[in-house]
């Protein structure tokens, strides 16, 4: 394959979960591969697409479980090349979105391997469709931005909150599951309304995927009592309000504190 010769890398987004909204050269590419290294957040459904006899390998990283650190995740990516493979590492939503493609790329060049992105489609647009709804709003929300709310155990939330508390803005807030009652009290101090919409949507796109819709002053609460063990994505601001006589009424809806 000429964009895909052994000993070379790509970077592959798996979107958020449905395989059907993996990319055409996605799915291309994951069957080329000789190799395919893969998330926690890549589903069997997606895996399902590779050939049979392709190695798999998971190299999967939860936040609060077991995890391989990412350094030895770059070994064997390189090291799999350097072994003549064709090998796709396999990652969740888009590869340049909060995952690590960065010291992918970096170990890979600084071992002459040849490494490509193939995009895809991120957790906050698989939300927003999820919610019908969408993410920027003509004068309203002229702004979206993405932001990550890891912590690692025993780290305080250090965010610029000032920004960030922009009232024309989206805010889609990403591994903000464990920190959404702080996320909320500080975007609070910081100004924005505690009417602000929020929504959380958990497993987009998935056949488990859940929608629920808030406000800024009960996100804390509705995160800490809603939520299951999928990774959810937090949207918070105007383009979230729900249009006056809409209801999603066919799929799993459950509003807090809204009308
Ligand atoms: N590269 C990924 C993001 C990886 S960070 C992307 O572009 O989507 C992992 C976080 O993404 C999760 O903690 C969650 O916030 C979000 N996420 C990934 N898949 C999701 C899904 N199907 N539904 C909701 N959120 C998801």
Known sequence: MED????????????????????????????????LFYDALVGPEVLALARPGTRMVHVGKRSGRHSQDQGSIDRLIVAAALAGERVVRLKGGDPAIFARATEEMAACRAAG???RICPGITAASAAAAALDTS??????????????AHVRAGEVLDLDWQALADPQSTLAVYMGKAS???????????GLPPETPVAIVENASLPAERTLRTRLDLLGLAARSALGDGPALLLIGEALREPVGVTTAAKYHQSIGGA
């Open 113 to 115: 391997v040849s490494v």
């Open 180 to 190: 959404a009652a702080g996320m909320a009290r500080h975007l609070l101090a910081a």
């Open 135 to 148: 993410l920027t709003l003509r004068g309203l929300a002229r702004k979206l931005t993405f932001v990550t």
């Open 4 to 35: 895909f010769p052994e000993g070379t890398v790509w970077l592959v987004g798996a979107g958020p979960g449905d395989p059907e909204l993996v990319t055409r050269k996605g799915e291309r590419l994951i069957r080329a591969a000789s190799v």
